[in-house]
């Protein structure tokens, strides 16, 4: 069997890998539009730092893809599929021939691109996207050679407060523009304030609710936002981020207006034999009925290793929880599951536990706060959480991964057993309090 895999980042590298060690009798291709294979993109920010390598944050290199006896195309581009004649058109690497592969089975794992705002194109030495490992050398390159005083940073979503936390640890006075009201949609308004707040408090400049009018290169950018004038050392766009799958307007593949792939529970597309994985792929949630985008590494290693395992079989995917964790300079936001804002817009009976306090005895010097919301569905079934607090927070975070993959009731907080330690008991009698607030909530 022929297997030929769009895309080499987390999704088409663990599939590709998994596979060919089961199946090492079957032929594994791999098309991938750059150089560098499977990095973890959320990891590109420590590229920042001088000790960090390249191969640091790749999790299958190219040398270890090719000892397995997987064929590579590196900057590849597929141009079209033809799902009738199972065959698809690339143009291949520097010598830029076209070549037509055909394959059995055909797996897209093409993830998505950075947006391309206009009012960047053609810009100078101290633009920069945030995109790839590429772009991050050249950032780190610029800042060792001119070591810059501020930076602006456009867009407010994960990544842009990923790379705000990333250069404040390098003593850059970051600006953070947002064309919306707040940042970090993806989660709801009572953590976007606090995350907010606490930017600010640790002096990165918000200007949200608006836009870049106009921007001139020089040895410093100087940029029109709204009706004010700025000028910085240099520009890191983060706004936003399209799916990569051009290629396939020419088939009948399922696809949203803008171009995410829909599967079924098979991750399978509406086309026998063409399957999508990744950031690409619009995939049922496990918390609700309804189609998502989880657009994260843990999501898409997982889709990757079902897949391997049960392309010829009848087992199907249960969905993904969705987990996100995003650094907000030394504090940890993070959410699992369904969150209030998506069950008002899903319709569902729910009930909201809060919790706000120290996470440590009174017997610990220390105050480390956590706030969480938990969200329990009519049944008192448990179906997604938010929290935001220091790092210790992520003792716990695997513990609602598990609860909402094994359908936990409210009943099994309190009857969870832990480990006792002095310090972080307090940690797991908080999940023990979620489950008593939820059942006493329903008395």
Same mark, same amino acid.
């Given at each position: 069997m022929k297997i030929v895999v769009i895309g080499a980042q987390i999704a088409g590298a663990t599939f590709a890998v998994n596979y060919k060690k089961e199946h090492p009798e079957d032929d594994v291709i791999i098309i991938n539009k750059n150089i560098h294979t499977s990095y973890i993109t959320s990891a590109l920010p420590f590229l920042?730092? @001088?000790? /960090?390598?390249?191969?640091?944050?790749?999790? &299958? =290199?190219?040398?270890? #893809?090719? =000892?397995?006896?997987?064929?590579?195309?590196?900057?590849?581009?597929?141009i079209s599929?033809?799902?009738?004649?199972?065959? +698809?058109? /690339?143009?291949?690497? $520097?010598?830029? !021939? +076209?070549?037509? #592969?055909d394959y059995d089975k055909l797996i897209i794992a093409s993830g998505c691109n950075s947006v391309k705002l206009p009012i960047f194109e053609n810009k100078g030495n101290n633009f920069f996207i945030f995109k790839n490992i590429l772009n991050i050398n050249r950032l780190k390159k610029f800042i060792e050679k001119n070591e810059p005083k501020n930076a602006l940073i456009v867009g407010g979503g994960g990544t842009g407060i990923t790379v705000a936390t990333a250069l404040n640890k390098l003593n850059i006075d970051i600006t953070i523009v947002e064309k919306e009201k707040n940042? *970090?949609?993806?989660?709801?308004?009572?953590?976007?304030?606090? $995350?907010? @707040?606490? *930017?600010?408090?640790?002096?990165?400049? +918000?200007?949200?609710?608006?836009? %870049?009018?106009? $921007?001139?290169?020089?040895?410093?950018?100087?940029?029109?936002?709204?009706?004010?004038? &700025?000028e910085y050392d240099f520009i890191v766009v983060t706004a936003g981020i399209i799916p990569n799958t051009n290629y396939l307007h020419n088939t009948n593949i399922h696809m949203t207006q803008n171009g995410y792939i829909f599967v079924n529970e098979k991750l399978e597309t509406n086309i026998k034999d063409i399957y999508a994985i990744g950031d690409c792929a619009i995939v049922k949630s496990s918390g609700v009925e309804e189609y998502i985008l989880p657009k994260l590494a843990g999501a898409a290693k997982l889709q990757a290793e079902y897949l391997y395992r049960n392309i010829d079989s009848n087992k199907t995917y249960k969905g993904t929880t969705a987990p996100m964790v995003i650094n907000v300079l030394d504090?940890? +936001? $993070?959410? %699992?599951?369904?969150?209030? =804002?998506?069950?008002?817009?899903?319709?569902? @009976?729910y009930k909201i536990i809060e919790i706000k306090e120290n996470i440590y005895p009174n017997y610990i010097n220390e105050n480390k706060e956590i706030y969480l919301k938990a969200i329990f569905n009519k049944n008192l079934d448990f179906i997604g959480i938010e929290?935001?607090?220091?790092?210790?927070?992520?003792? /716990?975070?695997?513990?609602?991964?598990?609860?909402?993959?094994?359908?936990?009731?409210?009943?099994?907080?309190?009857?969870?057993?832990?480990? &006792? !330690?002095?310090?972080?008991?307090?940690?797991?009698?908080?999940?023990?309090?979620?489950?008593? @607030?939820? *059942?006493k909530e329903n008395e």
């Open positions: 920042l730092k @001088e000790d /960090i390598k390249d191969d640091d944050i790749i999790l &299958y =290199s190219e040398k270890y #893809l090719k =000892s397995l006896g997987i064929k590579l195309y590196l900057k590849s581009e597929v599929v033809e799902p009738d004649t199972k065959t +698809l058109k /690339i143009i291949k690497g $520097a010598s830029g !021939t +076209l070549e037509t #592969l940042i *970090l949609r993806q989660f709801d308004i009572d953590f976007q304030i606090y $995350a907010k @707040e606490y *930017l600010e408090k640790n002096n990165i400049k +918000l200007l949200l609710d608006s836009e %870049i009018k106009a $921007a001139e290169q020089g040895n410093k950018v100087k940029v029109k936002i709204n009706k004010e004038d &700025y504090k940890v +936001l $993070a959410k %699992i599951g369904i969150i209030e =804002s998506q069950a008002e817009e899903n319709n569902l @009976e929290m935001f607090g220091d790092e210790e927070i992520f003792n /716990i975070l695997n513990y609602f991964t598990s609860a909402l993959k094994g359908k936990f009731n409210a009943k099994d907080f309190i009857q969870q057993e832990f480990y &006792y !330690t002095p310090k972080y008991f307090k940690l797991n009698e908080i999940i023990k309090e979620i489950g008593e @607030e939820a *059942l």
